[in-house]
């Protein structure tokens, strides 16, 4: 079975064309800047040369317009296509078939998530009218997170705002900790049962996974909560919010903008918020950046403890993402930092680059450490080839 797998950020728009049975990718690519100038397709077949399309992108229907004709160039049969939606909330506790309701529920939810959900709302139309006979399936980064117990999930809020405005813990990046849990089980021969889930890039949040069954999750309401991130604040008092309005003068608008696209390793370090040009600057002696590398390994360590007690310890845990995946130095300074529990790593696996899970356990480690390259445009695949046949 043939899948396209939609992912639409607030101005990106990434695809994959893969075969769910083979994991084969026939093709793959981003249109970047939608809405900005200087927009630009970057798009490449068959695991050759990346090429760059330059054009006009205004707006998340036309960057799929032109994914829709770059892949018509190709000689491959698409038979069911998957929508990655950031926020499903109360409406999407699993994977759905896209109807006239479920696409409705989408918009109905987006004020959660509303950089995200109306763009893919906006494709799955363009999709619908495009390839009319080929199914949809919604599957929602929030979705795995439904099943964590109310004394995880629940706020302390009255009952009633609660009930009213569907206020919770909802999570994100659920499809990924789903796929990072099946590799790790798998790798592991199924001797996993207490997995901490790291998913380290610009956006960044933990997950404690018990045989399978979320436990909790460090993102909350929105995916604002838990780790410090690229341009996210991650967890702060709340009160702030508050403080800033009454004290600086913001509007709700704009302390909303600082704490999610100005803040995080952007701020602290003042150069960049890619973890890349932070560990760059920090080995040249900034000392913002070093800070910025110590405050993200720090608050990173501190909610792995959380996700350990929400399972009574934890024998496993695993680096996903960009940071986690390709960054030996941040993989090295959380770790040290649980050094009091007994977790080690080896230095020299864990300067290994690869593609491949791979064990990075250090000689008489409490814990397993793995680290486990994520794929969720697979785990949408198998969404949708289980919805769909």
């Not at 934890?314 to 960009?322: I, K, L, P, Q, V």
């Not at 529990?341 to 450490?369: A, H, M, Q, Y």
């Amino acid at each position: 079975m043939n899948v396209l797998v939609i992912n639409a950020g607030s101005s990106s728009l990434k695809y994959q064309l893969l075969n769910v049975e083979t994991r084969e990718v026939y093709a793959k690519g981003n249109c970047e800047r939608i809405g900005i100038d200087g927009a630009f397709i970057g798009h490449e077949e068959m695991g050759g040369e990346k090429q760059k399309l330059v054009c006009e992108l205004p707006n998340h229907k036309v960057a799929a317009e032109h994914v829709f004709e770059i892949l018509s160039k190709l000689d491959v049969k698409i038979d069911g296509i998957g929508h990655r939606v950031v926020q499903g909330a109360w409406r999407f506790p699993e994977s759905k078939v896209v109807t006239d309701e479920t696409l409705g529920w989408v918009r109905e939810v987006a004020p959660l998530a509303p950089l995200h959900n109306y763009a893919e709302a906006d494709v799955i139309d363009e999709c619908r009218a495009r390839l009319p006979e080929v199914g949809n399936v919604v599957v929602a980064d929030s979705a795995f997170h439904m099943q964590i117990p109310e004394v995880a999930h629940r706020y302390a809020l009255p009952r009633d705002v609660v009930d009213k405005f569907h206020i919770r813990k909802y999570g994100a990046h659920g499809t990924s900790h789903r796929y990072i849990w099946r590799a790790t089980d798998h790798f592991t021969n199924h001797e996993t049962h207490k997995l901490v889930s790291c998913h380290l890039g610009s956006g960044a949040s933990l997950c404690a996974i018990q045989d399978g069954h979320d436990m909790d999750t460090t993102m909350g309401l929105t995916p604002l909560d838990g780790l410090i991130m690229g341009t996210r604040c991650g967890t702060i008092d709340p009160a702030t919010v508050c403080y800033l309005e009454r004290e600086g003068g913001y509007t709700a608008d704009e302390v909303d903008t600082m704490m999610n696209k100005q803040s995080g390793l952007l701020a602290v370090s003042g150069v960049s918020s890619d973890s890349r040009d932070i560990e760059e600057k920090a080995d040249a002696g900034d000392a913002n950046c070093k800070l910025a590398l110590e405050m993200f390994s720090y608050r990173a360590a501190q909610l792995i403890c959380e996700m350990a007690q929400a399972m009574e310890g934890f024998d496993t845990m695993a680096f996903s993402a960009g940071i986690g995946e390709n960054s030996a130095t941040n993989r090295a300074n959380i770790v040290r930092r649980l050094g009091w529990l007994g977790v080690k790593i080896d230095d020299e696996k864990n300067s290994v680059r690869s593609d491949e899970v791979r064990d990075i356990t250090g000689e008489g480690s409490s814990v397993r450490v793995l680290v486990v390259p994520t794929d969720e445009e697979y785990m949408i695949a198998l969404d949708v080839k289980d919805l769909l046949g």
